[in-house]
C-alpha cells in the first residue's frame, strides 16, 4: 500500500458497543476477496490468521448474514470469500469513507493551517 | 455524558503519523475550557493527569500555537485554558464531526440494513 498522506481521516462506524467497523476490517475483507483465503489476507495486513479469524467472526455476528464464508481442507486446502452481504457491507463503507472525505476536505485543510496565521 | 445511539460514527483526524486528533483529544480540550483545568478535564474522562497533559502535550508539538495554556501554582492551584489556536482546533473537529455525520447519514442507515433484505 502507498504511504499515507497527512491530514487524513480515519472513519470506524460503531455498529453497536461491541462491533466496530473500520479501516482495517475493511482492508481485511477486500483482502478476503482478492486473495480468497482469511489467512492471506491477514498475513498481507501482518495480522494472525486467529486475529483475521476473530475480526471476520464479530462482523458475521453482527449481519444477518455472514459476511465471509469459507470452506475447510480438501485438496486446495479450503478457502474463503465475501458473501453478496459482505460485498454489500464492504462497499458501503467505501462509499461511506469517500462522502465523508469530500464533506469535510476544505474543514481538514483549515484544520492543518490553524495557528498558522492562515485561519484562527 | 449520554449513552451513545448506534450505529454511530467515530472520526479521527491524522495530522502526521504521530499527531491524531479525535473524539478523546476534542472532548478534554472542550473539558479543559469547560473547567479550567487538565487534571478536572482527565478527571472527569477517567484519565490521570499524566495521561491528560501528555495528549494535550502532543497536540501543542503540532501546531505553531500551543493550543492550551497552563499556570501552576499560586493561590488557586493554577489553571489551563484554551487558547485562540485551541478553540479553533476544537470548533474545527466539531465541524468535521457534524459534515462527515451529515454526508453520510443515509449510507449509515444502508449499512445497518445489510442483509436484512432492506438492501445489498
Redesign the interface.
Known amino acids: 500500500m502507498p504511504d499515507?498522506t497527512?491530514?487524513?481521516?480515519?472513519?470506524?462506524?460503531?455498529?453497536?458497543?461491541d462491533v466496530l467497523?473500520?479501516p482495517g476490517k475493511a482492508d481485511l475483507l477486500q483482502g478476503i476477496a482478492e486473495t480468497g483465503s482469511i489467512s492471506a489476507a491477514g498475513r498481507r495486513m501482518g495480522m494472525s490468521y486467529k486475529r483475521a479469524w476473530y475480526l471476520v467472526d464479530t462482523m458475521n455476528g453482527y449481519?444477518?448474514?455472514p459476511l465471509v464464508v469459507s470452506s475447510k481442507g480438501g485438496r486446495t486446502g479450503g478457502g474463503a470469500s465475501l458473501t453478496?452481504?459482505g460485498r454489500?457491507?464492504l462497499d458501503?463503507?467505501r462509499?461511506?469513507q469517500k462522502?465523508?472525505e469530500?464533506?469535510?476536505q476544505a474543514?481538514?485543510a483549515?484544520?492543518?493551517g490553524?495557528?498558522?496565521g492562515v485561519?484562527?
Open positions: 499515507p497527512y491530514p487524513n481521516l480515519l472513519i470506524r462506524i460503531n455498529l453497536t458497543a467497523l473500520g449481519f444477518p448474514e453478496a452481504t454489500a457491507a458501503c463503507y462509499r461511506i462522502k465523508a469530500a464533506a469535510i474543514e481538514i483549515h484544520l492543518a490553524v495557528g498558522k485561519s484562527k
